[in-house]
């Protein structure tokens, strides 16, 4: 059974850092994912990595955030530092993209996160 499970959200204050990680199993995976809904906002793309290590950032992230991947261990991280309130959203970890690795057209998603960052 192929699935996703994330983990490591919580509420923290705005400036505060912390890390995201999701469990692959039932096969790997090239690219993975990673996304966030706030309330009342679509899904939207955060950041996704090749299996070689190819890695894209939303530019709302970047310099803030850090994806990684471990292959043997069929996981993938999200290390998030000076976190501010408006990245407060469910963050959804993906795999599988149907497109481009920046689309939400992935064919398997986790059951998501809530990171929160109060002012």
């Known amino acids: 059974q192929v699935q996703l499970v994330e983990s490591g959200g919580g509420l923290v204050q705005a400036g505060d850092s912390l890390r995201l990680s999701c469990a692959a199993s039932?096969?790997?995976?090239?690219?993975m994912a990673w996304f966030r809904q706030a309330p009342g906002k679509e899904r939207e793309f955060v950041s996704a990595?090749?299996?070689?290590?190819?890695?894209y950032y939303a530019d709302s992230v970047k310099g803030r955030f850090t994806i990684f991947r471990d292959n043997a261990n069929n996981m993938v991280y999200l290390q998030m530092k000076s976190l501010k309130p408006e990245d407060t959203a469910i963050y959804y970890c993906?795999?599988?993209?149907?497109?481009?690795?920046?689309?939400?057209?992935?064919?398997?998603w986790g059951q998501g996160t809530q990171v929160t960052v109060s002012s």
């Open positions: 990595i090749s299996w070689g290590g190819t890695i």
């Open positions: 039932g096969r790997s995976f090239g690219f």
């Open positions: 993906a795999a599988d993209p149907q497109s481009s690795p920046r689309s939400s057209r992935y064919k398997t």
